[in-house]
DNA sequence: CAAAAAGTCTACTTTTACAATAGACTTTAT
DNA sequence: ATAAAGTCTATTGTAAAAGTAGACTTTTTG
């Protein structure tokens, strides 16, 4: 039950993006080699992954000198469940519970199996969560925390 | 967010050996063969998973003929967390929320960081479920679906 | 006691998915 | 024109998962 490498940094990478105050009014555009510093991941493995969320229609860049990456949308419209998505497929624990990648699983009969009800609310459960959760969110807890250690 | 399928095997079988009425009222022995028919898996890989069960103590066995395995305890105290973890190890997402198997993820400040925060609570989103939910608890909802379709 | 029917144990092989690296290319600002 | 950014695709390395093999032990029963 593991999130992967990519979707970790991506996560890391997008909620960074969210936090990144705007900078004299314009847009906070930030680059590959500066998120990679700041979170401690490969740049190129990084560039990867951004490219990925940027085909998804997640991120939006901006080429040459002074260019580099930001958010397609406002924090608040961008779910952990999109991000989780694009980078790591389905949520489901098993395919026959997947409404994005449905198939079978090879049990008897699919329609009494116990493990697919349960893996249904597992499936459930998480994608509560994460398709609840905006960057907006994530970024308002992390500030609350913040505060809560008076920094 | 993948279940494997030693887990899946795993938990397909303790179901299985829950849901088998008791024969004139001894144990419910079951052979490796009858499972890995029943359930469509190849016997030498349930071998093993019924095995490494077995070792975990929630499985007991009886060599020789007429033998075969048997639950350790009754399905209402063996919980699919159990089970879950013994064939697949720790339920969370990402290394630093786990409970079983805790290490520091890279992020910057552990404290303030917001995907681990996320993940914890998928993490006891996950344990809620597997924890509180017994092979009985499994049993009965299958046969609860039994009813419904008339059979 | 011998043979057959079960589980036990460990090692090996194959396959797949993940993680990471490399390098040539495109766009944009100055 | 050049340098600084992102773009794209291919390749490699590695580890975990899935599955296979085979020799061994225990138990029942004829």
Redesign the interface.
């Known amino acids: 039950?593991?999130?992967s490498k990519r979707g970790?940094y991506g996560?890391?990478a997008m909620?960074m993006l969210a936090?990144t105050p705007e900078q004299d009014a314009s847009l906070p555009v930030v680059q590959i080699k500066e998120i990679s510093q700041?979170?401690?991941?490969s740049a190129k493995f990084l560039e990867q992954i951004l490219l990925t969320l940027k085909n998804a229609g997640l991120l939006h860049s901006k080429m040459g000198i002074g260019g580099g990456y930001y958010l397609a949308k406002p924090p608040g419209e961008i779910t952990?469940g999109q991000i989780f998505r694009t980078l790591?497929g389905?949520?489901?624990?098993?395919k026959c519970v997947s409404q994005m990648a449905y198939e079978p699983?090879?049990?008897?009969d699919e329609?009494?199996?116990?493990?697919r009800?349960?893996?249904g609310?597992?499936r459930n459960?998480?994608a509560?969560?994460?398709d609840n959760?905006s960057l907006a969110d994530?970024?308002k807890?992390?500030e609350a925390?913040?505060k809560e250690?008076g920094r």
């Open positions: 039950m593991r999130l970790e996560l890391r909620i936090g700041r979170e401690q991941i952990l790591d389905p949520v489901a624990p098993i699983c090879g049990c008897p329609q009494t199996c116990g493990l009800m349960v893996m609310d597992v459960a998480i509560d969560i994460l959760t994530v970024v807890r992390q925390v913040h250690l």
